[in-house]
């Protein structure tokens, strides 16, 4: 059956049959679509194909399977648009693939333009990142400018407060040694009366001066006079009293005093310090340590002390000598280390440390450079600091007052 001739009327059956084969088989479309048209036409039509006239709804709707089947071909291959050129291809396989390319093209038009929409989508949130990154910096920028203007505001007004206090103190030290200048001169005024009556003929010492060989126990006894000398001796060392107050009093405004030779005790306890990993601050909880010695020093008549100062000048200034200072005063040597001391610059906030081997020292050199002092008026802590200072502002007047070489009867 597959060899026996086929009519003209069985056209329309094997032309869609044939392109079917075309697109299974492309190789050999017209063979393989007749040996896929044979078997099906011996089915449908057992005992030969039907007429024309009698089977005309058959045939129609055969033809309308074909048209559908090349519209479905069509719409695959993406030629609906070029009917002409869509039906040439349906007995041309090269044609077939030039379109199956124009489709190909198509689809890599449709990438391309994909790729060129991603690519602006990705430049424009970069571009918005940017914008993001640019306002979170200003805006950094500003903040980091406010907090700047309010740190320099604040150390103006630190600054401020700073002078004020030390125009304050500056008064309170003049008016001291106003005071004491005045008392001085009505002193002297009413020595002067006198020693214009008949039996003052000669001149009075306005104080007993100690003798060069003053002993230790001599020295306690006149300090016994004034204050109490348990509580003296729990924070002052009483031995060698002369030689201890010469060389403190030297070396305060130096880098170091020997902690030997030191005329006050240490304080109690050890040294107070946080640890923040790496990062060692002054605990303020040590401030306290130096509160009982200040506390006690604001107490003390500073009139009595300068007093005691002064009775005891001679020998201050033979041992003043004797330690490698000849023709030195050592007035002098007294007045420079309180004023050093009064000079200490005030610190607030953590202090810093360091701690190369066993003891700690400033981080800030600074601070470490610092005469031993000043250094004093640092550890001591801020509030402890000024209360200090207004002791030493009156012990430098009361002290100045005095007349160091004033010299005594035989």
Known sequence: MVGRPRPVADVPVFLPTFIVGARVWPAAGWQRAGLFWAPLCDMAFPKGPPKPSSALTFWLAVAAAAVALLLLWGWQAGMLNQAGNFVKGLFSPAQFDSYKRAGGAEETSRAVQEADDARRRTEQERKAAEDRAAAERNEAEDQADAEKEAAQKAAEEKAAAEKAEADRLAAELAAIEEKARKEAEAAAGRGTEAGAQPDAGRKK??????????????????????????????????????????????????????????????????????????????????????????????????????????????????????????????????????????????????????????????????????????????????????????????????????????????
């Open 205 to 410: 010492p306005r104080l007993k001066r100690a003798p060069l060989n003053a002993s230790e126990a001599a020295i306690n006894r006149e300090i016994a006079r004034s204050f109490p000398l348990a509580q003296v001796r729990k924070y002052f060392n009483l031995q060698e009293q002369a030689r201890r107050t010469v060389i403190t009093v030297d070396n305060l405004s130096r880098e170091h005093v020997p902690s030997q030779m030191r005329v006050a005790r240490g304080v109690p306890g050890l040294l107070r310090v946080k640890k923040e990993g790496d990062t060692i601050t002054l605990d303020e909880a040590n401030y306290a340590r130096y509160e009982p010695i200040i506390g006690y020093v604001e107490k003390l008549n500073v009139t009595k002390l300068a007093r005691l100062y002064a009775k005891f000048y001679p020998l201050l200034q033979h041992t003043y000598e004797n330690t490698g200072f000849p023709g030195e005063r050592f007035q002098d040597r007294m007045l420079a280390a309180i004023d050093d001391m009064l000079a200490a610059p005030r610190v607030n906030g953590p202090i810093r440390l360091v701690q190369p081997k066993v003891l700690y020292r400033f981080e800030s050199d600074k601070l470490e450079n610092l005469s031993a002092g000043q250094k004093i008026m640092i550890r001591v802590g801020p509030e402890n600091a000024a209360r200090l200072r207004r002791v030493l502002a009156r012990l430098r007047g009361a002290i100045a007052a005095q007349d160091p070489d004033l010299q005594d009867e035989p």
